[in-house]
């Protein structure tokens, strides 16, 4: 009977504790369940913190709070008796007992006339007590008892939780505006700033947009402090920011970073040109003169230094690095200026022409500069695939360019990556297309040169007709191949290759051709950095809008995959995704297959 | 250092393993005790979340509540994701998973309503997919309870019978109150370095889980065993080199632990 009534009562917390429950929650809610499974008429709670000798507690009543605190400064009592003992403490009786004189005699006083105490128990040590009166005398069972500590014990657990978060909650709140932001401008400090840079990366890999950095720094800011004093330095500071603040747009973040240096983090840019527009902005607004004391009639001048980067981890910080490099040259140059990066290889072109769905950019040979020669850091792409035994993602990628062909309506595709210098070196080719790709490679020229050193698509939907490569489009209609669309494998600057797609008869894509040739191109390129690098750039699963990325049966099959390939379970997962894509489509069937053995992935061809 | 409180309570608890289906109703409100003092310790600890909830599963089924049980949680996205399962074995996995899309979890994650289905065969129009595939697997009856925190739905707590009929109001409260100790778990679960919401608590929660789906795969790829295996040599390397099952998941996944590392500790214990 007892284990149905205390089952209830312990479903009944559970129930109420779904709420990011607090101490009081939990002391009200015993106190109330106790009052149902026994026969008594109120309690208390008596919690002590050992370290600092204090003591709270919670009763049903007034009069047993005072009582509860008569047994602190009597230092005598049932609750303390239990809380020190380790064991449940019963006066049946108070009017008889004789090991608590003095609080005996207060309690009879308040109108008490049984008292029971039930250690509440933590990791083998006591944190406090449950109290429970009555005003008749009276004896409990030792079922009751067992109850009363069943529930003092489910109690004390929840007590602990709540304390230990309502603690730390506290702590966290304080600490963290304390230890992330500036106290003098109230901007982000350091740190928050590599907070910031990381999650920057994850949007720019996500969204496949690079991101830049503008580091900051006041012109001969020494001068201000050794003349008019820190004071004023500080003032300067302050107003400073405001300044720069207004030159910002909201998806810019400014970081104090030391002294006089602050970093500009700016996401969602539309092109460089945006960049260096807000470091002129900047630059312009601290050179207004400052209502900073009457003294100071000079104006202040800031330097800064632009850099870009991508989504790979730590290429924040690596990016503050060069935009610090960066300033130093706008300083040497005089300073009230800004300079850019040259290390980084570029600007990137603007966005517009990488997202699926915006259409496809095109790239003409006489606009945007030549982008080639900056190919040698690609080098190792190549020199991954090779590492992996042959037959893998050879067969794969060749899969690969059936599907890219089957699925945009064209005849053959072909895969070439960057082999260093602006070369391109033809890695796979699905059937048809393979001599074609040899013919572009050995002729240095054709719609994949082109469209590598442009790093945007480009169309030739009639090879006869097109004027841009005559030996290529000779050869090539020779050939029986009469129109090519090339999309390049870009990631933030870096150019990883080429995906082309062949066709016998002149025609060009439609638009949903097209957005299926982007979707492969990215597909191809996550595959070759996921060999590459060991990780994918992109949460694939967003490419394809679909939901099943995180199913748990994708993730086992990787797991499996990256065994029988030998490679990184990341690079296994874009192999599941990309081969899926080619074949069938039904990511979450291959899984299937691949768990229950009905396929898998060999490394010999 | 076990308080003498713990020794009781797992003394009882072996006793409440011991104890085979059909036992008297006291018996099985005693283990329930038992089970909710137990879960109301372990939270208290610096707990191992992916372990606590497969030991929530399976408990759920040694008390006779289910045949197999399963969490679902719902992902940042909304979408409902496998948490945890009382049996790893990859066709439990394959239903939850059809759930994601329809069926008795999805359901109650959408109306924060208990759903049960006393007979799966007598419904099967309800949810066509999930219906033949469960019934296929040998289960009857379903009941999906959900993971409330206050006005909202963490995701359910899924349970398979393979008999057909209805849980009694007693039951219904009991798994009810599991459901709601699984909500306190997410809650306490603080693996994040700051204090965090609790939607990014249980994205990171399933990440981890993703992190051990990965690390079966790996497992039982390289030693030729069943997923369900699999996870419990994971488990067992974690517990005995002290690890949360998830970090010694990434291991596995990354390499720093090989294949052959969690069969040798296997070998010791």
């Known amino acids: 009977m007892m284990e149905h009534v205390l089952l209830s009562v312990l479903v009944r917390f559970a129930r109420t504790l779904t709420a990011e429950f607090t101490s009081h929650d939990v002391l009200d809610g015993l106190m109330a369940e106790v009052g149902q499974v026994l026969p008594v008429d109120g309690g208390g709670v008596l919690l002590m913190d ?7 507690t919670s009763t049903s009543d007034e009069a047993i709070r005072r009582i509860e605190g008569l047994q602190v400064e009597l230092g005598e009592g049932p609750c303390l008796a239990a809380y020190e003992t380790d064991a449940g403490v019963a006066i049946p009786d108070v009017g008889v007992d004789a090991r608590f004189p003095a609080f005996s005699a207060a309690a009879r006083e308040a109108g008490l006339a049984a ?15 449950l109290e429970l009166y009555a005003r008749e005398p009276m004896e409990l069972t030792p079922a009751q008892r067992e109850a009363a500590q069943t529930i003092a014990d489910i109690a004390a657990s929840y007590l602990i939780m709540a304390r230990a978060r309502e603690r730390s909650e506290a702590a966290n709140a304080l600490l963290a505006q304390a230890a992330l932001h500036d106290p003098l401008t109230g901007l982000p400090n350091r740190q928050l700033l590599h907070d910031r840079l990381a999650t920057a990366e994850d949007r720019s890999r996500r969204e496949q947009q690079p991101f830049a950095v503008i580091f900051l720094d006041v012109d001969d800011f020494k001068a201000v402090n050794d003349t008019w004093g820190h004071e004023v330095g500080d003032q300067v500071l302050v107003a400073l920011v405001d300044r720069v603040r207004k030159g910002l747009r909201a998806a810019d973040t400014l970081a104090r970073v030391s002294g006089d240096e602050f970093v500009i983090v700016c996401e969602q840019i539309a092109g460089w040109w945006e960049v260096e527009a807000i470091a002129d902005k900047v630059i312009a607004a601290a050179t207004e003169p400052l209502p900073v004391g009457s003294a100071l ?10 850099a870009w980067a ?13 935009a610090d490099a960066a300033m130093y040259i706008a300083k040497r140059r005089g300073g009230d200026q800004h300079a850019v990066d040259g290390t980084s290889g570029a600007q990137p072109a603007p966005s517009a022409t990488r997202s699926v769905g915006e259409g496809v950019g095109e790239a003409s040979d006489s606009e945007a500069t030549d982008r080639s020669g900056r190919g040698e850091e690609l080098h190792p792409v190549v020199a991954a695939l090779e590492s ?3 037959g893998s993602v050879g067969t794969l990628t060749q899969r690969l360019c059936a599907g890219a062909a089957r ?3 064209t005849d053959s595709a072909g895969i070439t990556v960057d082999a260093g210098h602006g070369d391109l070196d033809s890695i796979s080719a699905s059937q048809g297309a393979e001599p074609i790709e040899t013919l572009q490679v050995d002729l240095g020229e054709g719609p994949a040169y082109t469209a590598h050193r442009h790093g945007a698509p480009v169309r030739a939907p009639d090879l006869r007709a097109d004027e841009r490569w005559p030996a290529f489009s000779t050869e090539a209609t020779a050939r029986g191949c009469q129109a090519a669309f090339a999309f390049p494998l870009l990631w933030g600057s870096a150019e990883l290759g080429v995906l082309t797609l062949y066709r016998a008869a002149p025609g060009d894509l439609d638009p949903e051709q097209q957005e299926a040739a982007l979707l492969f191109a990215r597909l191809v390129l996550n595959l070759l950095l996921a060999v590459q690098t060991g990780r994918p750039a992109e949460q694939l699963d967003e490419l394809f809008g679909e939901d099943v990325a995180d199913a748990a049966s994708v993730h086992q099959a990787a797991g499996m995959v990256s065994g029988q390939l030998a490679i990184s379970v990341a690079a296994a997962l874009a192999v599941l995704r990309a081969h899926a894509y080619a074949e069938s489509g039904d990511l979450r069937a291959l899984a299937e297959d691949v768990i229950a053995r009905r396929y898998r992935f060999d490394r010999a061809a | 250092m076990a308080s003498p409180r713990r020794a009781r309570v797992e003394t009882r608890e072996d006793k409440a393993q011991m104890s085979t289906a059909g036992g008297s109703d006291l018996a099985l409100q005693q283990q329930l005790l038992d089970t909710f003092v137990e879960f109301a310790d372990t939270l208290v600890e610096d707990f191992d979340v992916v372990d606590f909830l497969s030991r929530l599963t399976k408990r759920v089924v040694e008390l006779d509540l289910a045949a197999e049980a399963g969490i679902l949680l719902a992902n940042s996205s909304g979408g409902l994701r496998l948490m945890a399962a009382s049996h790893e074995r990859s066709q439990l996995l394959e239903l939850l998973q059809v759930e994601v899309r329809e069926g008795p979890c999805q359901d109650t994650f959408d109306t924060g309503a208990q759903v049960v289905v006393a007979d799966l065969e007598a419904e099967q129009e309800r949810w066509p997919t999930f219906g033949a595939r469960a019934l296929e697997l040998g289960f009857r009856s379903v009941v999906a309870v959900p993971l409330r925190l206050r006005g909202d739905v963490l995701g359910g707590l899924n349970l398979f019978s393979t008999q057909a009929g209805d849980m009694d109001h007693v039951q219904r409260s ?10 306190i778990s997410l809650i306490q679960y603080r693996e994040l370095e ?13 990440s981890s889980r993703v992190t051990i789906e990965q690390a079966k795969g790996v497992l039982a790829e390289q030693l030729k065993v069943s997923p369900d295996e699999a996870f419990v040599l994971l488990r067992d390397y974690a517990r005995s080199t002290n690890r949360k099952i998830a970090a010694a998941a990434t291991g596995v996944v990354e390499g720093t632990i090989s294949a052959q590392d969690t069969v040798r500790q296997e070998g010791k214990q």
């Open chain 2, 194 to 206: 700051h204090s965090q919401s609790v939607a990014a608590q249980l994205q990171h929660a399933l």
């Open chain 1, 115 to 129: 008292i029971y105490s039930f250690p509440l128990r933590h990791a083998g040590g006591r944190f406090g007590a």
């Open chain 2, 174 to 183: 009991v798994v009810q109150a599991i459901a709601d100790v699984v909500t």
């Open chain 1, 50 to 56: 050992s370290a600092v000798g204090h003591h709270f």
């Open chain 1, 388 to 390: 992996i035994p042959s």
């Open chain 1, 407 to 409: 699925r945009t309506g």
């Open chain 1, 310 to 322: 991508g989504g790979t981890p730590g290429a924040g910080l690596e990016a503050l690095r060069r």
């Open chain 1, 297 to 306: 009639g000079t104006p202040i001048a800031v330097s800064a230094g632009v």
